[in-house]
């Protein structure tokens, strides 16, 4: 939930809260308030008939009047003078004073008045009262419970406008590059948004210095190992062509191999430093899937068979807005990988597949595949099945899938390692926004 949705809402909760609490409170006030007028009124209504000029005869006078809010009685030495016809044929005897008692078949506020010989009775419903408390207290709160919606739509308004800042700033961040550290130049007067954009400038700036770090110091040092390992080559080779001895042979060429892996590792991080997605992407054009998948397949032909591999190469042809150089690797990576870990006579499917998501690069390979605790590491730097002890004895740095990982993310494409129907791992990578050609 939104802090505008959040900060309203708990406004308009406590606005009807304390409108409730106001409710109660007005209610028991006007009800206090309300009684005590209605029985000054008692009071004087009773000095009034105690004063009238009745006397005594025969009959005395009935008033009928049972629907009416106030009910009296007139006595004097016991006998009655006059009264409502609901209680003319009832001798009431209360005690001086107010009292609330079941008169006339409803609850009764009642008052009785003596002077001299003469007696005075006055009852009031007491639905009388709850009745004027309640009309009290709802024309008291119904225009604020009126105002209620007008409020709440003030409030959110105005919540709205307060955060401001803030939905700018989300928009600014939101719209920026991800190599981009530049700080947020801009100026508020807001005291809570200040301190904020200071420590995000902040962070910027220690995040560009560790991005730039990170980023330069493996390409660099992997470019100035390569002359090196250049000559290495070249020296290695020429004494291995002046060597007879078969053992010191057997140990030039155990050299050889690693300066050729300490010289894939090397190439690797290049390329590694290469992949920057906003690099790339605004050098895209129409790229062949299935031209680059036959020319990486051709130039890694000699691997497959020299295990005696089976490779075959199904499905139509698509077009993707991408790199040449980038898809080239990103093929070249998951294609080596499958040629490393299939067995000598295994095989090896390739498929591009049209889906209802796109359309899909896919791999499978009859090796060992990989366990979901595997699967789930296999994109870290440096990272590799069953390290150099994997039954495949086959060398390797570790980058390659963290490699396919970055070109992925070049493409806003998705990949997805599942167990194969051929043994092994099936790769898929899956393409949005490409064409069919």
Not at 19 to 47: N, P, R, T, W
Request: charged share 20%; net charge neutral; proline share 3%.
């Amino acid at each position: 939930m939104s802090i505008r949705k959040r900060l309203t809402l708990i406004l308009l909760s406590m606005m009807v809260l304390t409108c409730f609490l106001a409710l109660v409170k007005g209610y028991q006030k006007s009800m206090h308030h309300g009684e005590s007028l209605l029985d000054d009124e008692l009071k004087i209504v009773a000095g009034v008939l105690i004063e009238q000029p009745l006397a005594l005869s025969t009959d005395a006078v009935q008033v009928s009047n049972n629907s009416a809010q106030l009910l009296y009685q007139i006595w004097q030495n016991n006998n009655l003078l006059s009264g409502s016809s609901s209680l003319t044929n009832n001798q009431i005897s209360f005690s001086e004073g107010f009292q609330t008692a079941n008169v006339a078949g409803q609850r009764m506020r009642v008052f009785v008045m003596s002077k001299n010989t003469r007696k005075v009775i006055v009852a009031e419903p007491m639905a009388k009262r709850f009745e004027l408390a309640e009309a009290v207290i709802l024309s008291a709160m119904l225009p604020m419970l009126w105002a209620v919606p007008l409020l709440a739509i003030f409030i959110s308004f105005f919540v709205k406008y307060a955060l401001a800042p803030l939905t700018r700033l989300s928009k600014q961040l939101a719209s920026r590059q991800a190599n981009d550290f530049t700080p947020i130049n801009w100026q508020v007067t807001d005291e809570e948004i200040k301190p904020v954009i200071n420590r995000l400038n902040d962070l910027f700036k220690r995040v560009e210095t560790a991005y730039l770090r990170e980023r330069f110091f493996a390409s660099d040092a992997a470019h100035e190992l390569r002359t090196p390992l250049s000559s290495l080559k070249i020296n290695v080779h020429n004494l291995a062509n002046k060597q007879s001895n078969l053992q010191d042979h057997q140990e030039l060429q155990a050299m050889s191999q690693g300066i050729n892996r300490l010289s894939n590792i090397v190439e690797q991080m290049l390329i590694l430093g290469r992949t920057q997605p906003e690099q790339w992407q605004r050098q895209f054009s129409e790229q062949s899937l299935l031209t680059i998948t036959q020319q990486v397949v051709s130039e890694q032909y000699d691997k497959i068979d020299e295990k005696n591999q089976t490779i075959s190469l199904e499905g139509d042809d698509f077009v993707i807005n991408g790199d040449e150089f980038t898809l080239t690797t990103l093929i070249a990576n998951l294609l080596s990988n499958a040629i490393k870990y299939t067995p000598n006579n295994g095989q090896i499917i390739i498929k591009l597949v049209s889906s209802n998501n796109g359309f899909s690069w896919q791999i499978d390979d009859s090796g060992a595949g990989m366990t979901e605790e595997q699967k789930e590491r296999i994109f870290n730097r440096f990272y590799r099945v069953g390290g150099d002890q994997h039954p495949s004895g086959e060398q390797g740095a570790g980058l390659g899938m963290a490699i396919v990982q970055h070109i992925i993310a070049i493409y806003g494409a998705s990949i997805h390692l599942a167990n194969s129907h051929l043994g092994g791992l099936t790769v898929k990578v899956t393409f949005t926004g490409v064409k069919s050609d």
